[in-house]
């Protein structure tokens, strides 16, 4: 299989990009607020250095979204892999191990020492592509799986 470039996007792509974010999350049954929404919030959120937002593929076949953060423990930031969406009609062709790695180098360039993402216990496949990258649910030296809690303030 041939490499698939990975870009940062464009303004011009916020349109796809919100499409693609929305698909993923219906394809999930998560909830969404829709394209519209995510289009308008997107550029604020890059302008100011919280978020980056790689695509492969063109037209866009995949998506990674990167949150940055500060972190006390390290003179960079903690960056999150929010998301890592391919199109289902395109999964198995390595746009997402390009997007995977992308997303590793960006979060070096820009300092980092942790890349961090969550997946959901049951998603065996996701579990599986991301331990087959490097990714650990344990810390060094430990036996028992870290865990990530949430709460809804709504």
């Known amino acids: 299989m041939r490499d698939h470039p990975v870009r940062e996007m464009t303004s011009a792509e916020t349109a796809t990009v919100a499409e693609m974010l929305d698909a993923f999350n ?3 049954d998560t909830p969404t ?5 995510l289009a ?18 063109e037209p866009a076949a995949g998506v990674a979204v990167l949150s940055l953060r500060p972190h006390v423990w390290s003179d960079g930031p903690v960056v999150l892999l929010d ?3 391919v ?3 395109l999964r198995g062709r390595r746009y997402g191990h390009a ?23 049951e998603d065996r496949d996701a579990r599986r592509f991301y331990e087959a990258h490097g990714f ?3 810390e060094p ?9 949430y709460r809804d303030l709504a």
């Open 99 to 121: 997007l995977l790695e992308a997303a590793c180098r960006l979060a070096r360039d820009r300092g980092a020492e942790t890349i961090e993402i969550n997946v959901d216990g």
């Open 83 to 85: 998301e890592l969406y």
């Open 87 to 89: 199109r289902p009609e």
């Open 40 to 57: 308008r919030r997107l550029p604020g959120l890059l302008a100011d250095g919280r978020l980056a937002v790689l695509l492969t593929g």
């Open 33 to 37: 607020p829709g394209p519209a929404v």
């Open 141 to 149: 030296g430990a036996d028992e799986p870290m865990y990530f809690y």
């Open 26 to 28: 219906r394809e999930f």
């Open 136 to 138: 650990t649910h344990t």
